[in-house]
């Protein structure tokens, strides 16, 4: 027998499809069944677009079908006007018979008003079928709603000896210590995050670009901590190919802000890691992917914020080097990549 499970399941996986482009917005699957088979199906459209629900609505052939069929979505109808009419309104106007919610909206502006919306319209509403796994695909959003910051992301590559990087190198370069599979992999990584921050030793050592490269998706936003502004501005961090946002001591006398670039004052004499919080938080950053060095890494861990960490493990041997940042938690999984191994956590 096809549960209600099922169905949220299959829009649990059409609502990956959305990840990295809906932003704002979160990106949500809906699932449109009569008499146990599947008539429409969406996922939330880029920012400004339509949402999973007109989506699905959009795919039904026979809307006739709509008044005795059930539409199941991962996240509560939204109720308000954005730049796009109200979900809930669309399903009272097709009167749909049954609307199943894996997880309830904390915004304000929704916060349970869907709901009310549907059953003042006499349409049966089921909530919290697969609430745990619709939270978790939900969680760049919640964590902005709820949290009032970004979802946060800590990624590094250590040797086997626990190396993060060598003392010194002849190149202004990266030492590579995962294999090229784990790169692509960060590269798929960096395409569902809205941005990505690192030191400023990282960028003088490494002159990175922090961009898109080896998958197919939009390039974060670029995070660079330079307190003094020591950073070179031919470095590529500085290039204009992406929004970049500097972060500088308030002593420091603020730049001419060119093309995608903008600077924002922090107190690097206080705990750096709520700061930076607030300055994404008034950019709008949904998530973030805090790429290190140690001494970054560490001071989101020691502050404990951040909410998964992706270790990538390599298999050479540094004789002397950075060490890796200390991190105690749970692994929630590990895998093989090749002759890699990545271990993930998660902040409980």
């Known amino acids: 027998m096809i549960t209600h499970e099922f169905y949220i399941k299959r829009c649990l996986q059409l609502a990956k499809n959305g990840i990295g482009t809906t932003r704002p917005n979160p990106s949500v699957g809906a699932v449109i069944v009569h008499q146990h088979k599947i008539i429409g199906e969406g996922f939330t459209s880029s920012y400004g677009c339509n949402h999973a629900e007109v989506n699905a609505v959009n795919a039904v052939e ?13 996240l509560e109808p939204c109720s308000h006007f954005g730049k796009t009419p109200p979900c809930a309104d669309l399903l ?10 894996g997880c309830l909206d904390t915004n304000s502006l929704v ?10 319209a006499g349409i049966n509403v089921i909530v919290g079928v697969l609430e745990e796994e619709c939270k978790i695909h939900h969680k760049r959003f919640f964590a902005n709603q709820n949290k009032k910051r970004p979802h946060i992301i800590l990624k590094w590559a250590e040797t086997q ?10 190149i202004q370069a990266p030492i590579w210590i995962s294999n090229k599979y784990s790169q692509q992999l960060v590269h798929k990584l960096r395409a569902k ?6 030191g400023t030793n990282t960028v003088i050592a490494d002159n990175p670009s922090l961009n898109v490269r080896s998958w197919t998706g939009n390039n974060p936003i670029r995070i660079v901590l330079d307190a003094n502004l020591r950073i070179p501005e031919n470095l590529n961090v500085f290039d204009g190919s992406v929004k970049t946002i500097v972060l500088k001591d308030k002593r420091q006398k603020t730049k001419d802000e060119r093309r995608n670039l ?3 004052t922090i107190d690097f004499t206080k705990n750096i890691s709520e700061q930076i919080c607030e300055v994404l938080q008034k950019h709008n950053i949904q998530s973030v992917i805090i790429e290190g060095g140690t001494q970054t890494l560490q001071t989101f861990i020691v502050a404990n914020l951040w909410d998964e960490a992706f270790v990538f493990i390599g298999e050479n041997v540094f004789k002397n080097g950075i060490k890796a940042p200390i991190l105690s938690a749970k692994i929630t999984s590990e895998e093989k990549i ?11």
Not at 111 to 120: D, H, M, P, S, T
Not at 193 to 198: D, G, K, N, P, S
Not at 338 to 348: A, C, H, P, V
């Open 62 to 74: 026979n809307k006739a079908l709509l008044k005795e069929a059930t539409i199941y979505v991962t």
């Open 92 to 101: 009272v106007k097709h009167q749909l018979k049954n609307v199943v919610i």
């Open 111 to 120: 916060a349970g008003k869907g709901i009310e919306c549907l059953q003042k």
């Open 161 to 170: 000896n626990g190396f993060i990087a060598p003392l010194e190198k002849d």
């Open 193 to 198: 995050e809205h941005a990505i921050l690192v």
């Open 262 to 264: 903008v600077f924002e």
């Open 338 to 348: 090749k002759n890699d191994t990545l271990k993930i956590y998660t902040n409980d």
